[in-house]
């Protein structure tokens, strides 16, 4: 299994550019997320969605857009980029076990770099 | 929202001294993770915390969840250079997010 695999690794954008990160994994987990990491700041949640067809807002949603079509991919779309969204974000998925109350560990792809210019 | 507090930022440690990062929120957690993320890297699994007051060891390191559910802790003893990164926790309500703190990153002079 290749797990969780992000692309590109690296992006350069100009202010305003749109782009898609791509995040894919074969585990067959239901829940996929994004997070955004900045220093000092941790990793904060963008996006995140518990089944095809469904998504929902993390802590800092705006900018940003997602759709979930399979189980296996969650492209992250920033329709207009801002140097505000230069970071390294971060794709995960975990499986979600029906009737746990309490949720399972994150798996996390390698990352992809973006600055904005 | 939900937030996580994480204390230190960041420490520096002398090889062989012992590191703890205490991760704290306002609300009762349902269960808390750690993580550990080497420079250039992506986080790591280490370890997850579900029942009040539990203790969990993992070679030198031990974690600890509080009576309340409401803190936790991450003790390194003995840090080797391999211990270099940052340590993350990852605390959840019972929904469906998983929110972190900001982490600790910890570096070990040899």
């Known amino acids: 299994n290749a797990g969780v695999t992000q692309t590109p690794k690296f992006q350069v954008l100009k202010t305003g550019q749109s782009m898609t990160l791509q995040c894919a994994q074969d585990?067959?987990?239901?829940?996929m997320s994004w997070y955004r990491q900045d220093p000092g700041m941790g990793l904060r949640l963008i996006h995140y969605?518990?089944?095809?067809?469904?998504?929902d807002q993390g802590e800092v949603p705006n900018g940003y857009n997602v759709s979930r079509s399979t189980t296996e991919d969650f492209p992250l779309r920033l329709l207009s980029a801002a140097p505000s969204q230069t970071s390294v974000y971060f794709c995960?998925?975990?499986?979600?076990?029906?009737?746990?109350?309490?949720?399972?560990?994150?798996?996390f792809g390698n990352g992809t770099r973006l600055t904005v210019t | 929202g939900q937030q996580v507090m994480q204390i230190p930022q960041y420490q520096h440690v002398q090889e062989g001294e012992d590191f703890t990062t205490y991760c704290n929120s306002s609300?009762?957690?349902?269960?808390i993770q750690w993580y550990k993320q080497r420079p250039g890297g992506h986080p790591v699994f280490l370890i997850q915390?579900?029942?009040?007051?539990e203790v969990k060891k993992q070679k030198r390191l031990t974690f600890q969840f509080g009576e309340a559910k409401k803190n936790s802790s991450l003790h390194i003893t003995a840090t080797q250079t391999t211990d270099v990164g940052t340590y993350f926790c990852a605390a959840h309500t019972g929904g469906f997010k998983t929110i972190f703190g900001a982490g600790t990153r910890l570096f070990v002079k040899a």
């Open positions: 969605s518990v089944g095809a067809g469904i998504t």
């Open positions: 915390l579900v029942k009040s007051g």
């Open positions: 609300t009762t957690l349902s269960n």
């Open positions: 995960a998925s975990r499986i979600d076990r029906v009737g746990s109350s309490y949720n399972s560990p994150l798996h």
């Open positions: 585990m067959n987990h239901e829940y």
